[in-house]
T-cell receptor, first 110, second 116 residues
Framework: RKEVEQDPGPFNVPEGATVAFNCTYS??????FFWYRQDCRKEPKLLMS???SGNEDGRFTAQLNRASQYISLLIRDSKLSDSATYLC???????????FGQGTTLQVKP | NAGVMQNPRHLVRRRGQEARLRCSPM?????VYWYRQLPEEGLKFMVY????????ESGMPKERFSAEFPKEGPSILRIQQVVRGDSAAYFC??????????????FGPGTRLLVL
């Protein structure tokens, strides 16, 4: 079983749609969780950290369910510029080692 | 306010040659991480270094790969006797504090290595 699993997609949605991505992780002792965004295999850029209480940043909402070892990202009112690969990232042991999921590809169409 | 810098951005090597990839962390950052992204795959952790120390090299292949982060100058990822399977994007990241406490890692633009 992969340490971090994501549905690779692609998710093809129209502008304005709401889309949700899910991610599961295998190490129950994991401490830190993130969503990164990667455009055309350029460098990953931090989208948001994910906190136990859930957190929101504009159109983006992240949720963490420690009991189910499940992380989600919700994007509301999708824009064309949201088209990218979204990477679920876990820090499993409070070291510097980040574990990346394979990524979920989103295509927002006009 | 320069971010993480990597050079070269593209590197072509023939099988058996050596590849040297350089990473300069963000100003004020003393923690450097290297990741590799093979075609059609996710990023995989290779090594975590602090100035003059290797903290975690659990993701480094046992042979041909080495990394250093000297007191002065950039971090270097060195691949000896490259093979076609080494063709990948190599990303460097840096952080101000150790990343274990949720500290953000900031990524450089990557070096695309192509082995002919």
């Amino acid at each position: 079983r992969k340490e971090v699993e994501q549905d690779p997609g692609p998710f093809n949605v129209p502008e304005g749609a709401t889309v949700a991505f899910n991610c599961t992780y295998s190490n129950s002792a994991s401490q830190s969780f993130f969503w990164y965004r990667q455009d055309c295999r350029k460098e990953p850029k931090l989208l948001m950290s994910v906190y136990s209480s859930g957190n929101e940043d504009g159109r983006f909402t992240a949720q963490l369910n420690r009991a189910s070892q499940y992380i989600s990202l919700l994007i509301r009112d999708s824009k064309l510029s949201d088209s990218a690969t979204y990477l679920c990232v876990v820090n499993p042991s409070n070291t510097g080692k980040l574990i990346f999921g394979q990524g979920t590809t989103l295509q927002v169409k006009p | 306010n320069a971010g993480v810098m990597q050079n070269p951005r593209h590197l072509v090597r023939r099988r058996g040659q050596e590849a040297r990839l350089r990473c300069s962390p963000m100003k004020g950052h003393s923690h450097v991480y290297w990741y590799r992204q093979l075609p059609e795959e996710g990023l995989k952790f290779m090594v975590y270094l602090q100035k003059e120390n290797i903290i975690d090299e659990s993701g480094m292949p046992k042979e041909r790969f080495s990394a250093e982060f000297p007191k002065e100058g950039p971090s270097i990822l060195r691949i000896q006797q490259v093979v076609r399977g080494d063709s990948a994007a190599y990303f460097c990241a840096s952080s101000r504090e150790p990343s274990g406490g949720g500290e953000t890692q900031y990524f450089g633009p990557g070096t695309r290595l192509l082995v002919l």
